[in-house]
């Protein structure tokens, strides 16, 4: 079994920045793709950004440039560095990782960056 626990959101001024930071824990062997997605108050749950096992990124069009996912992959840990934060990205954030044949999520973490 594999738990996440993520870390790092809050309340934010527009313009400023916040690092979420998820970790996997227990039976862990081989974790492929990590990633962030976020749901926002009356929206449907959306990518963020992914980074594969061999550091590829890709990103939504509305936060390129403006965050960053970056691995750690000796603390099976993954991050996104959000910049320049906007009031529309206030949003339940979460975490998840391809693991084996299974995918598994983080419980979320909620930003609100205010205008």
């Known amino acids: 079994q594999v738990q996440l626990v993520e870390s790092g959101g809050g309340l934010v001024q527009a313009g400023g920045s916040l690092r979420l930071s998820c970790a996997a824990s227990?039976?862990?062997?081989?974790?492929?793709?990590m990633g962030w997605y976020r749901r926002a108050p009356g929206k449907s749950r959306e990518l963020v950004a992914l980074i594969s096992s061999e550091g590829l990124t890709n990103y939504a069009d509305s936060v390129k440039g403006r965050f960053t996912i970056a691995r750690e992959n000796g603390k099976n840990t993954v991050y996104l560095q959000m910049n320049s934060l906007k009031p529309e990205d206030t949003a339940v954030y979460y975490c998840?990782?391809?693991?084996?044949?299974?995918?598994?999520w983080g419980q979320g973490t909620q930003v609100t960056v205010s205008s």
């Open positions: 998840k990782i391809q693991h084996g044949s299974y995918d598994y």
């Open positions: 227990g039976n862990i062997f081989s974790i492929r793709t």
